[in-house]
Structures are given as structure tokens and as C-alpha cells.
């Protein structure tokens, strides 16, 4: 196993991306091929860009770089947080429990880019 699964950031992002996709199971049909397939993606992203940054740490600008798209991409999934609220196809409790964890793993990330040696 790669180190950069023992990362706190890497663990809370895999469980927040593994809740989406099951919640989203339920969601319409008619959103399958557009917010379905958005929040999927991005929530995914998070974790393998950070699996990506975790194997170029030893280049801290590059380590940076792809800490920073995770970040976006945790940005990204909490819009389509947003989105599913809004339209109601997720209670406000699930919402505040998601972008939750969305806050918690983008302050993790903040931290590693904020301290790259830590990780190199």
C-alpha cells in the first residue's frame, strides 16, 4: 500500500467520496449524466489528486500544485453540494454533514500545502 493512503486528508476524502456515490444512487434519473457524473468526479478527484501529489513530494512546487487541485476539486464537489440541496434531493441535515467534511479535509490540505517538508 501507498503511503498516501495514511494521510488523514486521503482517508476523510476516500469516506466523503464513498458516501456521495451512495447517496447518489438515489438521486433522479434525469440527473445521472450531469450532476450525478459532476459531484462523482470531483469527489473522486480530490482523493487521486492527492494520491498524485503525495508520489511528487519530493518536489515541493509540484507537491503544492496538486494539493491545490485537490482543493479546488473539494470546491468543486461542495457547488454541487449546493446544487443538490437547492433542489432538494438531499436533506439539510446530509448537507450539513457532507460540506462538513468538505471544510475538515480542505483545512487538512491548507495544512500540507502550508507545510510541505512535513510531508517530503
Avoid at 467520496?17 to 434525469?30: G, N, R, V
Avoid at 450531469?34 to 515541493?60: F, H, M, N, T
Avoid at 496538486?66 to 443538490?84: F, I, P, R, S
Wanted: hydrophobic share 35%; glycine share 4%; net charge neutral.
Amino acid at each position: 500500500m501507498g503511503k498516501f493512503r495514511e494521510l488523514i486528508a486521503y482517508k476523510k476524502g476516500f469516506c466523503l467520496l464513498m458516501e456521495i456515490y451512495t447517496l447518489t444512487k438515489d438521486f433522479p434519473k434525469a440527473e445521472q449524466y450531469s450532476l450525478v457524473d459532476q459531484i462523482r468526479r470531483s469527489s473522486r478527484s480530490v482523493c487521486s489528486s492527492i494520491g498524485e501529489a503525495y508520489k511528487k513530494r519530493r518536489y515541493p512546487n509540484h507537491f503544492i500544485s496538486k494539493l491545490t487541485d485537490a482543493d479546488m476539486e473539494n470546491g468543486e464537489t461542495q457547488v454541487w453540494l449546493d446544487v443538490a440541496f437547492a433542489c432538494k434531493y438531499i436533506s439539510d441535515e446530509t448537507f450539513k454533514h457532507l460540506d462538513d467534511q468538505c471544510e475538515e479535509i480542505s483545512k487538512l490540505l491548507n495544512y500540507m500545502i502550508n507545510n510541505p517538508a512535513k510531508f517530503a
